[in-house]
């Protein structure tokens, strides 16, 4: 049971252009989104959360954009650089319940951007 | 600073010996710390939540016997692989939850990747 779904395996974006990745979540229970970046054979490096008071953030060239009705969750990158070359896992956490931070991960977007 | 380090970063062994992979804070303390198991071109899946001075608590369908779980103190946390099988190669990855951070703040280690002969 797949909680939190990428369904794009891989996208490929042209240096500077926007990149767009998508994130399904079903239970309603999150409250809390995280994007993690991961290099291969490295852990995942925190790169931008939401929390479901809010439907946008924004840092730098990353904004995150959540539809609660819809359970979707949005990364974008802009404009897009060749460092940003990666896996991009989405996360989410369940209410704040301290003691309960679990993360339940998304299977990932392998993104490329083209030079 | 935040700063998770995993020790080996990578370890082949023989089907039946026992594998512990190490995980460290190294500029903060952590009293939780998740172990997580990634498979080729999967997601993380948490295998157990550690804390320090108290038992692991192991997430649905993982062994307790066999993924064994110590914490024994704000900066280190370990994970023991018994009695290994081909199966159980996979990439393990530590995370670190600060003290005083936020409630699901998580630093993560750069994994261990477990090979099993």
């Known amino acids: 049971d797949q909680q939190v779904k990428q369904n794009s395996p891989s996208l490929s974006v042209q240096e500077g252009r926007i990149s767009i990745l998508n994130c399904d979540y079903t239970?309603?229970?999150?409250?809390?989104f995280l994007w993690y970046k991961k290099y291969p054979a490295e852990g995942p490096t925190f790169l931008i959360s939401?929390?479901?008071?809010?439907d946008k953030n924004e840092d730098g060239r990353f904004t995150v954009f959540l539809n609660k009705s819809a359970k979707h969750l949005s990364l974008h990158i802009v404009p897009s650089q060749p460092g940003d070359s990666a896996v991009y896992f989405c996360a989410a956490s369940p209410r704040a319940n301290f003691g309960n931070e679990k993360l339940t991960f998304g299977t990932g977007t392998r993104l490329t951007i083209i030079p | 600073g935040a700063v998770v380090s995993q020790h080996p970063s990578r370890v082949i062994c023989k089907s039946g010996t026992s594998v512990k992979i190490e995980c460290r804070s190294l500029d903060f303390q952590a009293t939780t710390m998740f172990w997580y198991r990634q498979f080729p071109k999967k997601s993380l899946m948490l295998m157990a939540t550690s804390n320090e001075g108290s038992k692991a608590t192991y997430e649905q369908g993982v062994e307790k016997d066999k993924f064994l779980i110590n914490h024994a103190s704000l900066t280190l946390s370990t994970l023991t692989v018994t009695s290994a099988h081909p199966e159980d190669s996979s990439f393990y990855i530590c995370s670190a939850r600060p003290l005083a951070g936020a409630y699901n703040e998580q630093f993560f280690g750069p994994g261990t990747r477990l090979t099993v002969l």
């Open positions: 239970n309603s229970m999150f409250d809390y």
């Open positions: 939401i929390s479901s008071i809010k």
